[in-house]
């Protein structure tokens, strides 16, 4: 088999044992789920960094993809707030336990798992600082402000995730209208910058 389609077939099986063990999942056992030796998974992976490493590219890219759509969706800005946060609520519902792996490490774990959704984190910050700043008006603070919420947004997302995917204390529906209400504040007072950047429509027929 070529060496891409048997790596996904690889990391389809890591998922799989992933979301019925949880991080703790061993080489072994995901060994067996693939139907192969474990010499031969370290072939595709190194060690168990390697793997950790291909399975948050997977996860972390597919998250942010998602969180990037959802940010340039044609909605009103409340509306867009809340279907930002329901994404990423979505995404980590989908894989808690890969979630977990990706965000809290396990004691004396060489391979760094548990720091490993920080780079993608980062990214969303910076995605949700460039969305405010280009479309919300702030004022002469608009860049401190949109830096600022960016990264507040994140961390808070990132914390109030992670306790409900624990605690399950309500949809995430009603979580999503929770954390969007927080922010609700200043976001609705601002007006739209005259120059937000918008879907792009159809182009012009010249011979209108």
């Excluded at 044609?74 to 994404?87: F, I, K």
């Excluded at 004022?139 to 605690?167: K, Y």
Aim: with cysteine.
């Amino acid at each position: 088999m070529d060496p891409e389609p048997r790596r996904e077939q690889l990391l389809n099986a890591a998922d799989r044992v992933v979301q019925r063990e949880g991080p703790g999942a061993s080489m072994n056992a995901i060994a067996a789920e693939a139907g192969i030796t474990k010499p031969i998974l370290y072939r595709h992976f190194g060690d168990r960094h390697g793997l950790i490493r291909a399975l948050t590219e997977r996860h972390t890219g597919g998250l942010l993809t998602a969180v990037r759509a959802a940010l340039a969706e044609p909605l009103e800005r409340r509306d867009r707030v809340e279907h930002v946060l329901d994404t990423y609520l979505a995404g980590i519902e989908a894989r808690p336990q890969v979630y977990r792996l990706l965000t809290h490490p396990e004691p004396g774990d060489p391979s760094s798992a548990g720091n490993a959704l920080a780079p993608a984190l980062q990214q969303i910050a910076e995605e949700i600082t460039r969305a405010v700043a280009d479309q919300v008006d702030l004022g002469a603070d608009r860049e401190l402000l949109a830096e600022a919420w960016g990264r507040a947004i994140t961390g808070m997302v990132l914390a109030a995730g992670d306790w409900w995917l624990d605690a399950r204390p309500c949809s995430r529906t009603r979580m999503v209208q929770a954390l969007a209400d927080l922010l609700w504040g200043r976001l609705a007072a601002a007006a739209d910058l005259p120059t937000a950047a918008l879907p792009a429509g159809p182009a012009p027929d010249p011979a209108d």
